[in-house]
C-alpha cells in the first residue's frame, strides 16, 4: 500500500438528520477526524453511529440532512470526495462464487497470455481494484495493490479460496468479514468508514483487522468506524473516540486513551478493574455514581462536552501490538491454515508435508536438502515440526522474541515487517509512474462505460464458470419439463390434429415460465452487491447490460435444450427452425419480464408475480381458441399485444399450415379456424404472420429490458448512494 497523495481531514459541524416522519435522530455531532488517525464511533445501541456515519458519508438521503462536512477545510466537496471514499458495510456483501483473490502469481503471469486462465483469474479483489481506480492504472499496478490488500489484511493463504455463502461455506466469517474490507482497500480509499467490522469475530480475530486497519491510517488513511463494545487491548489500539450518546449526541471526541480520564475528571466514579469501553457505555446511561454532582443525568454530558470540547488535545502516542498480542494474531494465522499444511492430520509437520508447503509457496519444487535443513531449524534438530515449533521459528524470523515476558512490546520494525508496506522495487517502479499526477489520486478518470461493462462480464464470467453444478441442475429440471410436455403431445402436432393449437400454447407457456423465473436471480439475488457497486460509482447501464448479456447464454442454453427436446419426441412435420426461432424470442421476451418484474417487485414475491403474471398476462390472453372473439383491431386486441404467446403460436401455426399445403396435406378444419383468426388483426396485410411475431417479439424484449433497466436504476435509490 502507498501512502495516499493527499491526506484529507474531515471536519463536521453541527450534523444532524431528521426523519421523514419528523423525529430527530442525529444532533448537532461537531468534531474533526484528522488524517492519519484511525477513530471508534461508540455509544448504546440506537444512539445514532450508523445514522452518524451515513450523513458524514453523503449516504443518509432517506431523511432531511443539516449542517456541514467539509474535507480539508472546504477544499474537496462531497461528489469529488465520495471517489475516495470506502465504505465498508456492516453487512458483508462480497461475491460468493469469486474466490478472494487471484489464485498466484505465477498463474496470474500466464493469465495475459492464456485466455481461459484469464477468466478464471479475475477475482473478488481484483475485480473491485479494477473497477474503482482510475482507468489508466496499468493491470501490473493493480495486482500489487491486490497483493497488499491480501498482505494487509492477512488473506495471502486464503487468496485461492472460493469465498462460499449460507448454502455452501467458504473460508470463515472472519475471513469472509476481512474480504468484505479488502474490496474497499482495493480502490485505494483515502478516507475509509466501517459500520461494526468486527461484530461476529472472537476477539484475536478482531484483534487482527483492528490492527491492519491501524497499519493503513498510518498511511495517511482517514479511518473511522463504528464498534461495538470493544475490549480494552482493541479499544486502545484506536487513536481516537467519538462517543454519541442517546439521541445522537456528542459526549466525548478525542483521543481514546484520555476518555476516562476526561470523565473521572468530571466526576465519574473509575472502575479500575472494568474494561474502560464498558465503562464508558456505563458512564453515558448514567450507571456510573457521578462525585461531584449529586443530580447528576447522562443528558448534562452533551452539555458538559460542549463546554470543554476546545480544551481536549489530540497529541497522542499510538499503542503497538504487545507481543503476547501478536503472537496470539499469528497463533490464530497458522491455526486457519493448519489442517492444509499438515496433510495427514497427525498434529506435526515432517519433510514430505514440508516439501509441499514449501512448493505451494515458491511453485518449484525444492531441494530435499533444502527441506531437511528447514525442518532442521524449525524443529530444533526433531524429525517433524509441532505448531508450536512453527509459531516459535515465525517468530524469529520476524526477528521478535517470543513472548516469554508477557505484555513486551513488540518493536516498531517488527511490526513494519508484518505490515506489508514494504513495497517491491517493482511497486516503486508503478508507483512513480502515478506519482506524476498533481490531482489527488481519486479526482482521476475511472474506467469509462465499456471498460466498466467488460470488468463486470468477465467477472460474471468467473462466477459462471463456479456455478456447473447449479446449472446442471437446471438444465436437467428443464430436461424434465420438456419431456413430460412432448410425452402428452407426442404425434399430435401435425396439421391435421385438432390439439395443434393447444398443444403450441402449452409449449409456449411452459417455456416463458422457465426462462421468466430462472430470470429473476439475475437482479434478484445480486441486488445488494448492485447497491454497494451503484454507491460506489460503477454505472447502472454498464452493470445493467453486463449481467443482461452474461444471462443470455443461460436463457440459450435453458430454451434451446427445452425446444430440441420437445421437437424430437413430437416430431412435428415442419423443420427444427419453425419452433427454434418463435421459441428463442419468447425465451429472451420472457426473461425480460423477469427482470423487469425482480427489479420492481422484492425479491419474496417475485416468484409468485412471475408466474401469475406469464399464466395469465401471456398465457390465458394468448389463448388460441379465443382469438377470433379478441383479434378485432379494437381495444382488446390492444391488451392481448403484450402478450408472448400471441405472437409466437401464429408463427409456429402458420408454418405449419403452409408446409402443409404446399405437399397437399390434409388440415383439421379447427386449425385452420384458428389460423384464420390470426389473419384478422390490426396489421393484416403488412406483414406475414411470421415477420409479425418477430417484429413483436423482438421488440416486446428490447422495449421491456429497457423498462427494467429503469426500474433497476430508479427503484431504492437511496440504496445506491
Ligand atoms: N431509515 C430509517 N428509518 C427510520 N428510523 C431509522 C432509520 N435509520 C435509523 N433510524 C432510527 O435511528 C436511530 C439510530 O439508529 P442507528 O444509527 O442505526 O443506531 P446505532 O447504529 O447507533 O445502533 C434508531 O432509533 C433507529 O430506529
Ligand atoms: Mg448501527
Known sequence: MSRKQVPVSIKFNELGLRLVDGRSVLEGV??????????????????GKTTFMNVLSGKATYGQMTGQVAFNDGELDLLTMKQGMG??????????????????PATRRKKRLECLVLL?????????????????????????????VLNVMQMTHIQGSVVGGVEERGISGGQRKRVNIGLELAARPTVLYLDEPTSGLDSTSSLQVINSLSKMARLDMTIAMVIHQPRYPLFSLFDDVLLLGPGGRTVYLGPSLGAKSYFTTLGSLAAREMNPADWLMDVLSGVVPNEQLSTFRPAMLFDIWNSKKDSISRDQVRRSLTALEDSAVLVNAIEEEWAKIDKDSSGSVDAKELALLLQTCGEQHPHPEAVAEMLHQISGGKEFATKQDMVTFVHRLRGSEHPAAKGAAVSPTANAGTAGTQSSDETQ??????????????????PGFCQQCGIVLKRRFAMFM?????RMEEVGLVLLCSTGIGLMHMGSNGPNSLDLPGNLHMFFIGLALLSAVSSLKVFGEDRPMFWRESANGISVAAFFTARCLGNMFDVLLLGSTYILIYFILTRPPVPYMVYLIPGILVAFAAASWGYLISTLVQPQNATTATVMFI??????????????????????????????????????????????QGKSLCIDLNVLVVHQAYHNDMSQGKYTLWNQGLLALVCTSILVTFAAFLGLKFTNRSKQV
Open 30 to 47: 461537531s468534531g474533526t477526524f484528522l488524517p492519519g488517525r484511525m477513530v471508534a464511533i461508540m455509544g448504546p445501541s440506537g444512539a
Open 87 to 104: 465504505f465498508v458495510p456492516q453487512d458483508d456483501i462480497v461475491h460468493e462464487q469469486l474466490t478472494v483473490s487471484n489464485s498466484d
Open 120 to 148: 478464471k483469474t479475475w477475482e473478488n479483489i481484483f475485480f473491485s481494484a479494477k473497477l474503482r481506480n482510475p482507468y489508466n492504472v496499468p493491470d501490473a499496478l493493480l495486482e500489487e495493490v491486490v497483493e497488499d
Open 429 to 446: 517502479r508503478l508507483l512513480a509512474l502515478e506519482a506524476h499526477h498533481t490531482q489527488p489520486r481519486f479526482t482521476l478518470p475511472r
Open 466 to 470: 463456479r456455478e456447473t453444478s447449479r
Open 615 to 660: 399464466l395469465v398476462g401471456c398465457g390465458i390472453l394468448g389463448n388460441p381458441y379465443r382469438m377470433s372473439d379478441l383479434i378485432d383491431g379494437g381495444a382488446k386486441e390492444v391488451m392481448i399485444a403484450l402478450s408472448l404467446i400471441r405472437w409466437a403460436l401464429p408463427m409456429c401455426l402458420s408454418a405449419t399450415i403452409e408446409r402443409a
